[in-house]
Each structure stands twice: as structure tokens, then as C-alpha cells.
């Protein structure tokens, strides 16, 4: 019986199919939205896991305040505050870093990109451990070492017309720079990379003293929390202020979730709309097909339907409104976080990877009929409670 209920809404449907298509359009926008949305979240929350992943789980960062209100004591972080974490127990070494964005100019062309400085001795260690990447052609610069850069794959490959190879120069603000390694791809905006020395990034900039972040290496066996207060600690009594953030992989990266989820649960809210704007649209449907087939119900009920029998068929039918939008939504939503993850391959963003979440899918599709049946309960109702002497009288 409950196959002849659907054939009957399938038969329906068919039957006036401008309308169920207009009306069905509001379910499988608001599905798509949020299937897409869900995905390319859960895509983009790993390919940020992959990339912190790949830090260290020993790492310290220290890194300049966020600029709010106004500054006291030392602005910015400085050598000094590096040369002071270096002697606390249960440090291994301490690397600063700067970073500044440069000229880059390779056969005639420009392009400003963000350049680090970082000092020979710690080079291979920061790549290998804390840019979770490695040479693919090349070597690392030595102490001794001046004017030589090692860059990414993407700059090497995509950024200019012409490939950048190794032994090639390029320009960084007028200064030439001799290539000596080349990173394996990273598949993030990682891969633009320009590392140089770091005293050479200061005669360039001019800035002797600065750095943009140092990175602490904790001891084997330490306990990383303890090592983390006894660097905010010293970095407190040297510099008497706090205008600086010490924090770990672990805790940026749960930082960049909350604020991911967050974000997520806005844009979908915003989709949820489309859903509440197609059960409104199945509702006046179904209203508009009770009235419409008055006389089939008067019909159905004088051979022996049931008041629960209309009331199912005309249910099936609105929820499967809502389950044909549903597998819609599912398709166009998926389609389309793929087609962004094309395009992210394209814009040498690789780490973006969408994979098809099955409970989603499920999900979806069952929430779709249910808004579809919960939107078609009113007309069913009074489906069922017409009279059939009244049914077959309706003109």
C-alpha cells in the first residue's frame, strides 16, 4: 500500500510540473548551501591540521602583540629577547626569524612577496621541523654564506613566466641573490617561500635588531606547558610588558578551528533560510493541491479511504518534494565544493581536499524529507478531515 501512496505523489508531481519544480527549487538551494559549506569546512579544517601537523610538537612561538590600544614598553620583538630564552632550562636552541615583504623582480618581472630571514644555523632544523617541508633540488646556505636564497616550488615554477632554476639569480629589492635550493611542493601558499639569510635580510631592511617571530625549540622530555610559562615569565621580567603572544602549534591550530566552526554555523544559518523559504514553498503547494483534487479525495473516501490514508498519501507527497530537492542539493553542493577544490589546485593550493562525507549525505537527505513532510502536515490534515459528501459536491 505505502508504494501505491507513492506512486500516487510521484504521479503528482509529474502532473503539474512547473510547480513542484518552482517549489522544490527553495529545498535543494538551502541542501546545496549547506552540503557545500559542511564540505569545503571540513576540507579546508584539514589541510590546516595537515599543515600544523607537520610543526613540531616541541615548538614554542613567541610573536609580536596584536596592535590594540596603545603601546608601552619595547614594541615588537627584538634579538635580545631571543639571546635571553636561549639560556632557560629545558630549551634546546632558539631561532629568530624576520620576515618582510620584498621586491622580487626575475626576468623583468615583479612581484612583492613575503621574504624570511633566518639564520644559517638553524636553517635545515626550521625547514625540515617547523615548515614540515624539505629540498627537492639544492642544498642549505652555510654560516659563511651571503647573497643565496632558497625558494619555494611554486615560485620556482608558477610565479614567473620563465622557470627559476637553480644557480638562476633573482632581485630582491635591487640586491641579486643566487639560488641554491629549491623546496619540494607544500601545496599551500607555503610554496611561494623566499628564505635568505637573515643578516643579509637585515641590510636590506635595515633592521638590525627586529625580528618577526621566534621559534623555541623545547629539550626532549621537557614538558612543553612548563617551558611555555617559564618563557612568558622571563619574556615578562626582561621586558616589563606584555606586548607579545607565546604559543604552541597546538594551540594556534585549535584557535583557527573555533574560529572556522564559527563562521561555518553563520553561513549555514544563512542557508538555512532557503530551507525555511522551500518548506513555505511545499506547504502553499500542497495547500493548492488539496484544493485542486477536493474531488479525487471525495472520490478516495466514498470507495473506502480512511481519514489516516489521505493524510499519508498527501504527507509521501510533500515529503518527497523535499527528498527529490534534497538529492538535488546533494549533488549541486558536492559538485560545487569540488569545483572550488579544482580551482584551489589551480591557485597551487593542493592541501584543500573534499572528501564525501556518507553521514552528511544521510543527513541531508534525510532532513530534507523530513522538512518536506513536516511542511505538508497542515494540508494533509485537512485533506483528511474533508467531509466526502462536501468533497464531491466541490466545484
Known sequence: MITDFFRLGYRSMRHRQLRSWLTILGVFIGIAAIVSLISLGDGLQNAISDIFGRMGKDTIMISPKGLQGPPTGVAGLTIRDAEVLDGLVGVDYVSPILMTNNLIEYNRQKEYLLVRGIDAKYIENQIIKDFGASLEQGSYYETKDTKVAIIGYGLAEKVFDKEILLR???????????????????????????????????????????????????????????????????????????????????????????????????????????????????????????????????VMKSIGASNANILVIFLLESGLMGLVGGIIGVSLGLGLAFLVQAVAVQAGVSLLVIKINWDLIMFALGFSYIIGTIAGTYPAYKAARLKPVDALRYE
Open 168 to 298: 638562476n639569480s633573482i632581485l630582491i629589492d635591487g640586491e641579486k641573490f643566487r639560488i641554491i635550493g629549491i623546496l619540494k611542493s607544500m601545496g599551500s601558499q607555503m610554496d611561494n617561500i623566499v628564505i635568505i639569510p637573515l643578516q643579509d635580510l637585515r641590510d636590506l631592511t635595515g633592521k638590525e635588531d627586529e625580528v618577526s617571530t621566534i621559534v623555541v625549540h623545547v629539550l626532549a622530555g621537557e614538558d612543553i606547558s612548563v617551558v611555555e610559562e617559564r618563557v612568558k615569565k622571563e619574556l615578562n621580567r626582561r621586558r616589563d610588558d606584555e606586548d607579545f603572544e607565546v604559543f604552541t602549534p597546538e594551540q594556534l591550530l585549535e584557535q583557527v578551528k573555533s574560529i572556522l566552526n564559527v563562521v561555518n554555523i553563520i553561513l549555514i544559518g544563512i542557508a538555512a533560510i532557503s530551507l525555511l523559504v522551500g518548506a513555505i514553498g511545499i506547504m502553499n503547494s500542497m495547500y493548492t493541491a488539496v484544493i485542486e483534487r477536493t474531488k479525487d479525495i471525495g
